[in-house]
Nanobody, 118 residues
Framework: QVQLVESGGGLVQSGGSLRLSCATS????????MGWYRQAPGKQRELVAR???????NYTDSVKGRFTISRDNVKNTAYLQMNSLKPDDTGVYYC????????????WGQGTQVTVSS
């Protein structure tokens, strides 16, 4: 089992910045990729950014150039630096951890609210 705990959400004005953190514990040696997802009211959860164990990253088009995902393998923590925030970035942000395909498990944090005011 892997436990994920997010922090760093809050209320920010349009154009502002926030940094989300995702602390992991438990069977972290099984973790392969980590990601951040978000869910806006009335919408489906969507992938925002993902980083592999080797450091390869990918982002949804709407956040490219504004968000940066990173991970500290010593602290067992993943981060999402969010700059130039827009009201459309509002939602609950969830941390996600994947295990390799042969284990086939996915873990989620409890989510942290991000609200961007115009």
């Amino acid at each position: 089992q892997v436990q994920l705990v997010e922090s760093g959400g809050g209320l920010v004005q349009s154009g502002g910045s926030l940094r989300l953190s995702c602390a992991t514990s438990g069977a972290i040696f099984n973790i392969n990729a980590m990601g951040w997802y978000r869910q806006a009211p009335g919408k489906q959860r969507e992938l925002v950014a993902r980083i592999t164990e080797g450091g390869t990253t990918n982002y949804t088009d709407s956040v490219k150039g504004r968000f940066t995902i990173s991970r500290d393998n010593v602290k067992n923590t993943a981060y999402l630096q969010m700059n130039s925030l827009k009201p459309d970035d509002t939602g609950v942000y969830y941390c996600n951890a994947e295990t390799p395909w042969y284990l086939g498990e996915t873990y989620w944090g409890q989510g942290t609210q991000v609200t961007v005011s115009s």
